[in-house]
């Protein structure tokens, strides 16, 4: 990336205060940035940095008004985050691969291979797989028997889709990312042990899927484990057998969801939530970090906390009393105390 602050106002629809032949090669953090770097303010915790700042071009909203003079070339836009995001995705998001087949890598030969796919060395491509055209496979990649990877695919170092999965256009599955292993199901036996039960079904991830490392998506045990289209999942999620998490939702790191569990569309899930099998979650829930959702949430569009969880406001009014417990306890003792004193009086 090596442009001028004009062009990149022409490209984002901007305003220039500065310099417009202000060269860039790269992005650079607010607070790190130095000469030759495109940095952005769009949340004013960072405001003291934008006068401090060596960057060469920082880019601000357009109703941003400085409080002391900044030495960087602004470009005023109307989203600054959805900026930078296209600039990063337009100059910074090309994925750096080999190209063709190599030589070490294994293809049965009844898999059918698409145009322009690139395979790194010691992948193992079993019998019956199906890769659509363009999809990169870095290396130590396994797909197994029968799996149907779709076309402008990424998978990442250390992926493993099991037989029968399903992966749709346009998904990127980050390093060490685990599709059909077998569901959690074992059947209690009258001596105390567990019996398996065979886990018979696949995975299916719909277009625009994104998996974080180290994240597993089990098979169902009759049907399909389903991502819909545009589902996000952080790093060390974990989505057990038959689950369905709806179209457009996303789901930050250490979350897991138990069995069956049916989560709605545009759902915003925090870290470290769990959600108990069995339960349905309506459209646009939003859930916040580390909490425990064990029933079904019905409200479109609500907020939650805690654990097991509540509606949000009434976790924070909650949450305002039982913080005070320790300071109420201690007057509860002493009121006590008072009340044991007159009583010995009165007597």
Known sequence: MQVTAAQLSQILKGEIIGNPETMVQRPGKIEEAGPGEITFLANPKYESFAYTTNASVILVSKEFTPKQPIKATMIRVDDVYASITYLLNEFGGKVEHME?????????????????????HFSVIEDQVEIGENTVVFPQVFIGKNAKIGKNCILYPGVKIHHDCVIGDHCILHANVVIGSDGFGFAPQEDGTYKKISQT????????????????????????????EGVKLDNLVMIAHNVEIGKNTVIAAQAGFAGSSKIGEGCMIGGQAGFVGHIKIANGVKVQAQSGINKNINEENSAWYGSPALPYKDYLRSYASFRKLPDLMKRLHEMEKKLKELDQKEK
């Not at 063709?100 to 395979?119: L, P, R, W």
């Open 100 to 120: 063709g087949v190599s030589t070490s890598a294994y293809i049965h030969e009844s898999a059918k291979i698409g145009e322009g796919v690139s395979m790194g």
């Open 201 to 228: 079904g696949n995975v299916i991830l719909e277009k625009h899927v994104e998996i974080g490392a180290n994240s597993s998506v089990d098979r169902a045990t009759m049907g399909s484990t389903i991502l819909r």
